[in-house]
């Protein structure tokens, strides 16, 4: 990642002259090395406004545009003559014939054809029975009947259908969903978190039963005990429909319906109401990147061309991921895309979204290589202007619709303006994800011995970020588990985890080490890494091992795609130290609220000592990675004299530490030349440690 601009404003005369800008240039204000780059800000900015000025003259609007899932795929209206009924609408261009069949009409491929419209839609209208009875009754089956654009015929799944089914054969169909008793929400969506602590949660995987469970089960067991916790944010995976369960829901197939493998909508509904009965926000974590290549139930070649929705030849899809990839200068993508985040705002009343695949929409090469990110690579060619283009309105749609939408961005460029408003030349996201983070844990856990670990590439890391654009910080999410990896509890301590995790049994060095780094790599990597944190279901409490999807090389085993809840509850093992220190980290943050405060100021960097202390959201936080030393009366500098008291002990026994250190006692400072800012508190700093202090009283 790029290093970014400083951490404060050197030249306030030259960067204020920028803040009143109104032609996207007003980003040059936070970063004086973007000025060179100031006529592609202004062309990028143009872009977008005039698009919004076409949607203006052609569509109604930006808004009306986003609510395009109201006019296509299955509604509810009236026909040409005022009659009740169904109308189906589409867009496939390249379609020479386009026909409904299903459950309605017995499965009648030629009985209901659709109408061919301008640029290349395609409608049919069913009217209700005279005595009222829809034609096409809810949960019935319904698919298309299209000749393609060689001439000939196969079925497709169709595109804005918002349910589909696997029923005995590996493809899935389409359902028709209507319910007559439509969902009533008890809940009204929670206020905007100022410091967002996010739980990344997978429904399917989230039983210890070796299973796939359900949106029901979840509701009733996991957001209880993540609202205990005291995480504010539910970040929820493989939502929308994939066929292959395997793919982490990263490989979507129908972009309007909810997984049919967990339950209903209605089911979903539930819970996320429950989830804003507890006061947490819901995000969603959105796949717009790119689609699955499946044909027959999924959107790829849907009219039979190679480039509907997406990019024709080699460019529309990706060499890694096996997948499509959209145009998103193409008007009916745009549609298709902006509506679909409208539809999960509404519909599901998401709070938000996780965008996946930033990165990879960002640039032309998607991040494939080595590629050296720089401002002339931000600014020059790599960069695809209608991806860019997509993302920014994407981002005014959320935020107009739902003021206080959270959106996060999976970007690792360090992308200029990325977190920015949209009307200072950004592109509007609220958070990126700050992926430098785990890179640096999973680096160090599998190359470097903790001796050689440098206590100054573990700060720079953490804290290097754009200035004003905020991250989401965090050790590890799902990725770092997948197979191929594991869980950093399982870095630390592999397979001693299978026998010396019980309390009867000695506390051996490997599990000792383990359990302190664990403690102390999630506290430094929330507190000095971002303006949010987030956490990959069971791994606050050192979940072991990694993650596994059934699938034929593991012989379609689930013991590896569930969650061994047993393990914290279990008042015999060690687990429940691990568990009870996230609860007191996230207590802290809930409490002092250094999320969101600016970036922590780092008053020490030893490298001898393996010692980190900075100050942040008016807390003193010192960390001693030493693996053998401890350190007696170690003066750490601190900015403000006072008496200080202990707030936070990584050691203590509650902890599964070895409490070592008098948390009730108080430190008083004393002046001292040998340090920056004059003072220092002496303090007890143990080996493979980390405490957090507030000043009591300023003296």
Not at 438 to 458: E, F
Request: net charge negative; with cysteine; hydrophobic share 35%.
């Amino acid at each position: 990642m790029a290093t970014a601009c400083s951490n404060n404003n050197n030249n306030n005369n030259d960067n204020n002259k920028w803040a009143g800008a109104t032609d996207g240039t007003a980003l040059i204000r936070w970063d004086e090395w973007l000025a060179p780059y100031a006529q592609t800000l202004r062309a990028r900015y143009a872009r977008v406004q005039e698009l919004k000025r076409i949607l203006d003259k052609s569509e109604g609007g930006l808004v009306k545009f986003a609510h395009s899932y109201e006019r296509f795929g299955f509604n509810r209206g009236q026909g040409p003559h005022g009659e009740p009924g169904l109308w189906y609408r589409d867009w496939a261009p390249g379609a020479r014939a386009v026909f409904l069949f299903g459950d309605f009409n017995r499965w009648n491929q030629q009985s209901h054809p659709l109408k061919r419209g301008d640029f290349g839609t395609w409608e049919a209208f069913l009217p209700d029975s005279p005595s009222g009875e829809p034609q096409v009754k809810h949960g019935s089956k319904i698919k298309l009947w299209v000749q393609l654009a060689s001439g000939a015929w196969d079925t497709r799944v169709p595109s804005w259908i918002r349910r589909v089914v696997q029923t005995g054969s590996p493809e899935f169909d389409g359902v028709y969903w209507d319910p007559p008793q439509k969902y009533e929400w008890k809940s009204s969506c929670p206020t905007t978190p100022s410091s967002l602590r996010i739980y990344e949660a997978h429904i399917g995987m989230s039983s210890d039963q070796p299973k796939v469970s359900t949106y029901k089960e979840f509701a009733d067991n996991v957001v209880p005990y993540v609202a205990d916790l005291g995480y504010n944010a539910i970040q929820l995976m493989a939502i929308m429909e994939h066929a292959y369960y395997s793919c982490f829901g990263y490989q979507v197939t129908s972009f309007y319906a909810v997984s049919s493998r967990y339950g209903t909508p209605e089911e979903l509904k539930a819970l996320i109401d429950v989830c804003h009965k507890h006061k947490i926000v819901v995000l969603l974590d959105i796949v717009h990147s790119h689609a699955s290549s499946n044909v027959k139930d999924g959107i790829s070649q849907y009219d039979g061309t190679d480039s509907h929705f997406f990019h024709g030849g080699n460019r529309g899809r990706h060499d890694i991921w096996d997948s499509r990839l959209f145009n998103y200068g193409n008007w009916e993508t745009m549609r298709f895309l902006l509506s679909n985040v409208t539809w999960y705002l509404e519909e599901y009343h998401f709070d938000g979204f996780r965008f996946d695949g930033v990165l990879s929409m960002l640039y032309h090469h998607h991040g494939i290589g080595d590629q050296s990110y720089s401002y002339d690579h931000y600014f020059g060619g790599a960069v695809d202007a209608d991806a860019l283009a997509f993302l920014t309105l994407a981002n005014e749609v959320i935020h107009t619709i739902k003021p206080g939408a959270i959106t996060i961005a999976e970007e690792v460029s360090g992308f200029p303006g990325l977190c920015r408003p949209v009307a200072e030349g950004g592109i509007g996201f609220d958070y990126r994800l700050q992926m430098a983070c785990p890179d640096l844990w999973v680096k160090l856990l599998r190359t470097t011995k903790d001796d050689d670990w440098r206590m100054g590439d573990i700060t720079f890391t953490l804290n290097n970020r754009r200035w004003m654009e905020r991250c989401i910080a965090y050790a590890e999410s799902h990725d770092q588990a997948l197979v191929g990896d594991k869980t950093i509890a399982f870095w630390l301590m592999d397979k001693e985890m299978y026998d010396w995790m019980s309390v009867t049994k000695p506390l051996t060095p490997i599990i000792a080490r383990g359990m302190a780094l664990h403690k102390m790599i999630r506290m430094i990597t929330m507190s000095l890494g971002g303006e949010g944190y987030l956490c990959f279901m069971g791994n606050e409490w050192g979940h072991p091992e990694w993650i596994d999807f059934p699938r034929p090389g593991n012989g379609n085993s689930y013991h590896h795609a569930r969650r061994r809840w047993d393990l914290p509850k279990d008042h015999l093992l060690r687990y429940q130290y691990l568990l009870a220190f996230d609860k007191a980290l996230l207590a802290l943050e809930d409490k002092y609220h250094f999320l969101q405060t600016p970036q922590a100021y780092i008053t020490l960097t030893h490298e001898s000592d393996k010692v980190i202390v900075f100050e942040r959201g008016g807390l003193l936080f010192a960390f001693n990675f030493n693996p053998t030393q401890s350190f007696p009366s170690y003066g750490i500098p601190v900015r403000q004299p006072g008496r200080y008291r202990v707030v936070l002990d990584s050691d203590a026994l509650e902890y599964g530490g070895h409490g070592r250190v008098d948390d009730n006692i108080t430190y008083s400072s004393y002046d001292c030349n040998a340090n920056a800012f004059g003072h220092a508190l002496p303090v007890y700093l143990p080996n493979r440690a980390a405490l957090v202090w507030r000043l009591e009283n300023q003296l």
